[in-house]
């Protein structure tokens, strides 16, 4: 298998935070299981200063399988990622505790096997390029 990209590992992240807020709707129940350092980064990209969530988590909560709400907290990820590069190992280290939950090995699990999602690197030489199954 092919190694996952940050992008793939983001959206993982992004779908399994997601669900757990739709059913216990609580950040600090999902930023408990993590170390020190990546509550540390990932903290401030989804909680005010006070400890209140910030608007891209309060929208997730309330209609988490919106793609555009989803699409917005992978773009928190991102720029957070953008602004502080070695935070890519807090990314992976969030990325491997919520696979080895039964909910996230799930979630990931369907997202790594979509016919839709490239886990490698694509070169077109020029042409068209599609995922899936091109219908």
Do not use: C
């Not at 950040?27 to 903290?43: C, G, P, Y």
């Not at 989803?70 to 935070?87: D, I, M, W």
Request: no cysteine; net charge neutral.
């Amino acid at each position: 298998m092919e190694p996952l990209t940050t992008a793939v590992m983001i959206s993982s992240i992004v779908t399994y935070l997601g669900v757990r807020l739709s059913k216990d709707k609580s950040v600090d129940e999902f930023l408990s299981d993590l170390t020190k350092a990546a509550v540390s980064w990932i903290r401030p990209l989804f909680l005010n200063d006070d400890g209140s969530e910030k608007e891209v988590i309060t929208q997730l909560k309330e209609k988490a399988d919106s793609p555009a709400r989803q699409k917005a907290v992978e773009s928190v990820l991102e720029v957070g990622l953008e602004e502080t590069p070695a935070a890519k190992q807090h990314i992976k280290e969030i990325f491997e505790k919520i696979s080895k939950t039964k909910e996230g090995a799930k979630i990931i699990n369907n997202i790594t096997n979509s016919k839709n999602v490239n886990t490698g690197n694509v070169n077109t030489g020029g042409g068209n390029f599609r995922l899936g199954d091109n219908k």
